[in-house]
């Protein structure tokens, strides 16, 4: 396991500006490592989401500093900042977010489009094997709204994957689905961090599934009530 974390907030604050200021985030330090299944917990308001979205810099913090493999982002240009989010960053969302006007490859295919390092073919198969592995290989071709909510949720887990990120970050990521979908993306992101290797953040309130990965952050009102790790049998290193 790298010394350096893959993420690394420092003293991280997020201030809403307005007429009456809103601290979302106050003075979070926190390293996110390797090969971690990681929970972000708390309740409505707690500035769960919030923290998501500065280490997935889709947010700049007020103060302090987020950093990936010790490069400090906030600071760095928006072209720089971007570039990480494609190469560092996967992001699955509760409401998957597939664009409805193309295909489900083709959603698949953004990301790749976006970093610009393959051909349009290479793009395709490797779009192609992602879903595959998702058991989604008979859905290529289809729009998002011709699947179910699991098989949707599935589609953006593969466009998360994408440009071979070691992080995927995750927002409520089982909280529009069933119990049978929901328990199917979970057993998804956990094969992630045990058999691919990669490390899984995801924010929820589902505290029976943060009890079933390797570490639990609590928050409450923007700050880090607990932060607890569990000895869980059967954890494959990375």
Do not use: C, W
């Amino acid at each position: 396991m790298s010394a350096i974390p893959l993420i690394e907030a420092r003293n991280v604050t997020r201030i809403l500006p307005g007429i009456v200021p809103t601290t979302l985030v106050q003075g979070v330090d926190l390293s996110i490592r390797e090969n971690e299944f990681v929970a972000i917990t708390g309740p409505s308001g707690s500035g769960k989401s919030s923290l998501l979205y500065l280490l997935g810099l889709l947010d700049l913090p007020t103060s302090g500093e987020v950093l990936v493999r010790g490069t400090e982002t906030t600071h760095m240009p928006e072209e720089d900042r971007a570039h990480a989010r494609l190469t560092m960053l996967g992001f699955v969302f509760q409401f998957h977010f597939l664009l409805p006007e193309f295909t489900v490859l083709e959603n698949v295919m953004l990301p790749m489009r976006a970093l610009g390092k393959l051909s349009r073919a290479q793009m395709r198969t490797r779009g192609g094997d992602l879903l595959g592995s998702l058991g989604l290989g008979d859905h290529i071709n289809k729009r998002p709204d011709q699947l179910s909510g699991g098989q949707r949720q599935r589609v953006a887990v593969a466009r998360a994957l994408a440009n071979e990120p070691p992080v995927i970050l995750a927002d409520e990521p089982t909280g529009s689905l069933d119990s049978k979908s929901s328990e199917q993306v979970f057993e998804l992101l956990r094969d992630l961090v045990r058999v691919e290797g990669k490390t899984v953040v995801a924010v929820t309130h589902d505290l029976g599934m943060a009890e079933r990965m390797d570490r639990h952050i609590e928050l409450l009102d923007g700050r880090v009530r607990a932060d607890e790790r569990h000895d869980l049998a059967g954890r494959v290193s990375g």
